[in-house]
């Protein structure tokens, strides 16, 4: 398939109106089966350099997006990227643990950043990533594509229209049944277990259909030591969020079993998503009033990835913050140390807001 691509050879730095150039570090699943092909979408962006640690990657995804060799890299000649004025973005796709080590080298390379969720190791990581880029005044911004998808946009704005009365909870479930043998489960990498990952768009979620900060967390952890798939990271880990509106967010996280579902509830009926926040197929359920209907939308002008590719160069075209930006992925940083230590130390953990 060949994509939003330029021709070998091709002078993309004409300045003026033209779409901006993302390169993408880190050809893993993510990158190549769900970003990558949506390229051909966008309005705003285009995929024109490769950075990886695997040459025949390079071989093989250089030629099927027609990227020229010269725009090719590895991690020991990145930085080398400064010299390409092809490149506007860095898309940072990789392990958790290198996520600030290569937003930090991409400001300093002079270009913005979209880095994947969780945004880094610990919130003390995502405030030297924010400092790097104010720093470089490059924008950054974090790969929460659920932002971008209208499903969710509509739950939210429905949730905060109080269209189903007053939010009193939420529930909110994210896991899946992991394999063994993967990054995610070496804490050295990921920083975590299935909060890092997965459960973090529960945590993610009560945020944003609330608008709201939490004050109080509360977390129980569920992991079985002599499952060799979690010998560095936890498995299941439940937590309890207070919002000041009085919301309480009941949440799921877990690396051994199935759920992607949330529920607002209000004084008169709830909003339901299952699946919630999966890349396509989602179903939205409201009840109000004692009725139950499904609420369909038709097919949207731009999908998740495609709007959320167009618009950090658009943010950054119109001088504006993005959406979700540094701030947004240090806020779920802080919070997910809050439930690590809640589940640690037994005890319920109070937020200050920054
Ligand atoms: P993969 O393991 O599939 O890919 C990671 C890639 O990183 C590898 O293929 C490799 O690419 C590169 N890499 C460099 N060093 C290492 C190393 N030491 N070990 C492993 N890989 C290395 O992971 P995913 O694509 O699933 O996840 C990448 C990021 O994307 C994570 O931050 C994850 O949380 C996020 N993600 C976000 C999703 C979302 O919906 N927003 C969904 C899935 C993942 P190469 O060979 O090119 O160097």
């Known amino acids: 398939m060949l994509t939003a691509a330029i021709a070998p050879g091709t002078a993309m730095s004409a300045p003026g109106n033209r779409k901006m150039g993302y390169a993408i570090?880190?050809?893993?699943?993510?990158?190549?089966?769900?970003?990558?092909?949506?390229?051909?979408?966008c309005e705003s962006a285009r995929l024109v350099a490769l950075v990886s640690g695997t040459p025949a990657k390079l071989e093989r995804y250089g030629a099927e997006y027609g990227v020229p060799r010269t725009h090719?890299?590895?991690?020991?000649?990145?930085?080398?990227?400064?010299?390409?004025?092809?490149?506007?973005i860095v898309y940072v796709v990789l392990p958790v643990s290198m996520h600030a080590e290569y937003?930090?080298?991409?400001?300093?390379?002079?270009?913005?950043?979209?880095?994947?969720?969780?945004?880094?190791?610990?919130?003390?990581?995502c405030e030297a990533m924010i400092a790097a880029c104010r720093q470089a005044g490059k924008r950054l911004m974090i790969g929460y594509r659920c932002h971008f998808e209208p499903h969710n946009r509509l739950a939210i704005e429905l949730a905060r229209a109080k269209f189903v009365g007053p939010t009193r909870q939420i529930t909110a479930a994210h896991g899946f049944n992991i394999s063994a043998g993967q990054w995610r489960l070496d804490r050295t990498m990921s920083?975590?277990?299935?909060?890092?990952?997965?459960?973090?768009?529960?945590?993610?979620?009560?945020?944003?259909?609330?608008?709201?900060e939490p004050t109080e967390v509360v977390a129980l952890e569920s992991t079985d030591g002599d499952d060799p798939r979690f010998r560095t990271v936890e498995d299941r880990i439940d937590f309890t969020l207070r919002f000041p509106s009085g919301v309480i967010a009941s949440c799921v996280s877990s690396y051994s079993s199935g759920h992607n579902d949330y529920r607002v509830i209000g004084t008169n009926g709830w909003i339901a998503m299952e699946p919630a926040t999966p890349y396509s197929g989602h179903v939205m359920?409201?009840?109000?009033?004692?009725?139950?209907?499904?609420?369909?939308?038709?097919?949207p002008v731009k999908n998740q990835f495609v709007a959320q590719l167009d618009h950090l160069p658009e943010c950054v075209s119109a001088g504006n913050e993005p959406i979700v930006p540094g701030e947004e992925g240090l806020r779920d940083l802080r919070i997910i140390e809050a439930i690590y230590r809640s589940a640690r130390e037994r005890r319920a953990v109070t937020l200050v807001s920054a």
């Open 25 to 41: 570090v880190g050809l893993g699943s993510y990158a190549t089966r769900q970003i990558m092909p949506q390229f051909a979408n």
């Open 72 to 88: 090719l890299y590895n991690y020991q000649n990145f930085d080398s990227i400064r010299d390409n004025p092809d490149i506007d």
């Open 103 to 125: 937003t930090i080298r991409a400001a300093s390379a002079g270009k913005h950043v979209l880095c994947e969720k969780p945004m880094a190791m610990s919130s003390a990581e």
């Open 191 to 212: 920083g975590g277990g299935s909060l890092m990952d997965i459960g973090i768009y529960s945590l993610n979620a009560a945020r944003y259909l609330t608008g709201e």
């Open 285 to 299: 359920h409201v009840r109000k009033d004692g009725v139950t209907e499904r609420r369909e939308l038709p097919p």
